[in-house]
């Protein structure tokens, strides 16, 4: 059998990983027909069908399965290996991906990258905003961003950011005339935005403790988003009651533009933390990232 071309099977994982000639095109930089082109001359030069094709979704064959589970392993190892050859240049280079929630990508990554990609141009990162503890091995990610009480342990953690805290708040033209809630059950007599988590479809239960006692609450209202950023506007027009990072409203809290309220049942919790598997070589790229968050975390504690 003749050896297949390493970039037709890099195709192959590329469309394996997005479940989807399109998506594998756009990742690849390449037309859908080309990529489709380049799987069909893989799997007649391998002589087995790798893929189900079908109008709504591309699965894997027994035979792709069985490729995948070991190429892609291999593939890793060789961008890790290709990357570790920036070493020998004058500046790190290569590639990233990270995967993150989205107000950890503003908080506490943006600021990173800011200073990466002034110092470093030829370190690209790409962030894939997502709320759910994925499996960043098989996902192929470099590195995620999660609170540090949710991470694997068997990951590698480093603390990116200070302790956080989440709280509930209101315009003063919401609050206006209605009682003040003094317990988190209170809020269910109250109009709230609520939050559903775009990666698992549901709807964010509000998270509440005093004196070791723990308590979630669903609350009801007639706004829901699947980002922060509308929840805050919708708060701020006094739409309702918002469950909101602290440090995301500290300014309009200052200013009286939304006021907070259950300030006992809301203590700080543990911050953001950068996770990665144990590797033997780091990409230069990568330690570069690492450094900076280090940094930054430190001037800001």
Not at 7 to 24: E, I
Not at 233 to 256: E, I, K, N, T
């Amino acid at each position: 059998m003749t050896r297949p071309n390493l970039n037709d099977l890099s195709t192959f994982v590329a469309v394996a990983d997005a479940a989807s000639f399109t998506g594998a095109a756009a990742k690849l930089g390449l037309s859908t027909s080309a990529v489709s082109h380049t799987v069909r001359k893989l799997e007649a030069e391998l002589g087995v069908r790798l893929l189900n094709r079908t109008t709504r979704s591309v699965t894997l064959t027994a035979a792709g399965e069985r490729l995948m589970s070991g190429f892609a392993p291999m593939l890793n190892q060789l961008d890790e290996h290709l990357a570790a050859l920036a070493d020998l240049r004058e500046k790190p280079a290569g590639n990233l991906r990270i995967t993150s929630d989205e107000y950890a990508v503003e908080t506490v990554l943006m600021p990173a990258l800011a200073e990466v990609a002034r110092d470093y141009p030829d370190i690209h990162v790409e962030i894939v905003v997502d709320y759910g503890l994925i499996d960043i091995v098989a996902e192929r990610f470099d590195a995620g961003i999660r609170l540090g009480g949710i991470i694997a342990k068997d990951m590698i953690a480093m603390p990116i950011s200070p302790e956080m805290q989440s709280i509930v708040v209101a315009a003063p033209s919401y609050m206006a005339g209605r009682p003040v809630p003094s317990v988190p059950a209170d809020l269910m007599q109250h109009r709230c935005i609520n939050l559903r988590l775009p990666t698992h479809g549901n709807i964010y239960a509000w998270e509440f403790e005093r004196n070791g006692r723990a308590m979630e609450v669903n609350v009801n209202g007639p706004l829901v988003f699947n980002s922060l950023t509308p929840i805050y506007s919708a708060a701020l027009r006094g739409l309702g009651y918002a469950y909101m990072p602290a440090l995301l409203v500290s300014a309009d809290l200052a200013a009286g533009r939304l006021i907070r309220v259950l300030e006992e049942w809301t203590p700080p919790y543990e911050g953001y933390h950068i996770y990665y598997p144990s590797r033997r070589q780091m990409m230069p790229a990568f330690r570069v990232l690492l450094d900076t968050l280090r940094r930054n975390r430190i001037a800001h504690c």
